[in-house]
């Protein structure tokens, strides 16, 4: 019985030496592609600026996550910016830009709609935030962005019951629809390394 136990705590130090948890591999895949130059159709400086694109969306999701509308407000603006820049950078790449304008289009549309609605709550704000954030995916997706490590993240409780997507470089929830209510309400569904 003595042996019994230190093999068992053997076999124990060496699990928790070896870091041997069940998502460890895809958690050290994660990090290895996040430390990968982000790539994409475009050339180089057409990928460095949809990478803005996805830098400033990522900081209009923190903003609804915290729930405040000076934040939300100034960071659909910085989208807005870079998005524009994108459409006009795409304007001069033939073999990718007429593919790709449509998406940025809508993106800049709903992301105009957002700031020009004034809500104090975020609440009326939220619903072209979902629509930026389905087209962005779409995006990035058609784009064929690689080595961005970017989650697809789904409320199912989002606009009453309807559901709502959003784009997350973390896999941890991080609701954008609830914020500070229910934090943590969603799942992953999909995504883009």
């Known amino acids: 019985m003595r042996y019994l136990h230190i093999t068992l705590l053997f076999v124990a130090i060496g699990l928790a030496s070896c870091n041997n948890t069940p998502g460890s591999e895809n958690e050290n895949k994660a990090v290895a592609t996040a430390s990968l130059p982000v790539q994409s159709k475009l050339n180089e400086a057409g990928t460095k600026k949809l990478a803005d694109v996805i830098t400033d969306y990522y900081g209009l999701k923190n903003a609804f996550v915290a729930t405040k509308a000076p934040q939300v407000d100034s960071s659909a603006a910085k989208l807005l910016n870079s998005a524009n820049t994108l459409i006009s950078y795409l304007k001069t790449d033939s073999s990718n830009g007429g593919a790709l304008k449509p998406y940025l289009d809508?993106?800049?549309?709903?992301?105009?709609?957002?700031?020009?609605?004034?809500?104090?709550?975020?609440?009326?704000?939220?619903?072209?935030?979902?629509?930026?954030?389905?087209?962005?995916?779409t995006l990035l997706k058609n784009a064929g962005v690689k080595n961005a490590v970017i989650y697809q993240e789904h409320c199912p409780m989002a606009f009453d019951g309807k559901g709502a997507n959003w784009l997350s470089d973390d896999a941890d929830i991080k609701n954008p629809y609830f914020g500070k209510k229910m934090l943590e309400c969603g799942e992953v569904t999909d995504s883009i390394k």
């Open 106 to 137: 809508t993106i800049a549309t709903e992301t105009q709609d957002l700031i020009a609605t004034k809500d104090e709550t975020c609440e009326k704000q939220r619903l072209p935030f979902s629509k930026v954030s389905d087209m962005m995916f």
